[in-house]
T-cell receptor, first 114, second 109 residues
Framework: GAGVSQSPRYKVAKRGQDVALRCDPI?????LFWYQQALGQGPEFLTY????????KSGLPSDRFFAERPEGSVSTLKIQRTQQEDSAVYLC????????????FGPGTRLTVL | EDQVTQSPEALRLQEGESSSLNCSYT??????LFWYRQDPGKGPEFLFT???AGEEKEKERLKATLTKKESFLHITAPKPEDSATYLC??????????FGAGTRLTVKP
C-alpha cells in the first residue's frame, strides 16, 4: 500500500520567508511525528500528534515552528521567518496506534534557506 | 539524558566481507531499540525492533542483537545493494525516540 508521502520534496526559501511542509501519513495511522535531520546526523524529534491532538511539541526549536493536524490525517509543519539554521531535511513518520508502535517514515522535505 | 552512539561513522567493505555495526546507548527505561536503513535522499526504512537483552532478529543478510548497553547489526556476506546509512534509535519510558548519527556503509563489488 501507499506509504507516507511528503511535499514538496525540495524547498528553497529566502531568509525571512514563511514555509509550509505537508505530510500525508499512511491511511488509518493514528499517530504522526515530525523530525528534523541535519546533514550527517540522525533525525531529531520535533512534535507528535495522536489523531488531531498535539500531545508533545517539546522538540520544536522555537516559536517560529508550528505544526497542525486539524482532521487527524494530513499534517502541516509551518516555519515562520525562516533562518539559515533551519536548513535541514524535515521527516514525517506515522504509526498505526500510539507512540509505542513502529514508526514508518516518509521521504522528507529538504529545506534550504538562503 | 538518553544517548545513542554509533560506530564506526563510516565502513567500507568488499562484497562478501562480513562485519558488524555498533550502537551503544544509555536510556531511562528502554522501551525498544530500533534499526533503520536510510538511502541517500530517502527517509529511514524500518528494519528491526529489539526489546530486551538477549533478543536477536534476522532479515536476509542482517542480524540484530541486543545487550543491556549496546546493539550490534551484523552483516553477513554483504552485497553492493546493502550500501546505505544504518541508523539506531532507542525509545525510553516516556516514549521519546532518540537516534544515533548513523553508520555509513559502502560495499564495493
Amino acid at each position: 500500500g501507499a506509504g507516507v508521502s511528503q511535499s514538496p520534496r525540495y524547498k528553497v526559501a529566502k531568509r525571512g520567508q514563511d514555509v509550509a511542509l505537508r505530510c500525508d501519513p499512511i491511511s488509518g495511522h493514528v499517530s504522526l511525528f515530525w523530525y528534523q535531520q541535519a546533514l550527517g546526523q540522525g533525525p531529531e524529534f520535533l512534535t507528535y500528534f495522536q489523531n488531531e491532538a498535539q500531545l508533545d511539541k517539546s522538540g520544536l526549536p522555537s516559536d517560529r515552528f508550528f505544526a497542525e493536524r486539524p482532521e487527524g490525517s494530513v499534517s502541516t509543519l509551518k516555519i515562520q521567518r525562516t533562518q539559515q539554521e533551519d536548513s535541514a531535511v524535515y521527516l514525517c513518520a506515522s504509526s498505526l496506534t500510539g507512540a509505542t508502535d513502529t514508526q514508518y517514515f516518509g521521504p522528507g522535505t529538504r529545506l534550504t534557506v538562503l | 539524558e538518553d544517548q545513542v552512539t554509533q560506530s564506526p561513522e563510516a565502513l567500507r567493505l568488499q562484497e562478501g566481507e562480513s562485519s558488524s555495526l555498533n550502537c551503544s546507548y544509555t536510556v531511562s527505561g528502554l522501551r525498544g531499540l530500533f534499526w533503520y536503513r536510510q538511502d541517500p535522499g530517502k527517509g529511514p526504512e524500518f528494519l528491526f525492533t529489539l526489546y530486551s537483552a538477549g533478543e536477536e532478529k534476522e532479515k536476509e543478510r542482517l542480524k540484530a542483537t541486543l545487550t543491556k548497553k549496546e546493539s550490534f547489526l551484523h552483516i553477513t556476506a554483504p552485497k553492493p545493494e546493502d550500501s546505505a546509512t544504518y541508523l539506531c534509535a532507542v525509545r525510553n519510558n516516556n516514549n521519546d525516540m532518540r537516534f544515533g548519527a548513523g553508520t555509513r556503509l559502502t560495499v564495493k563489488p
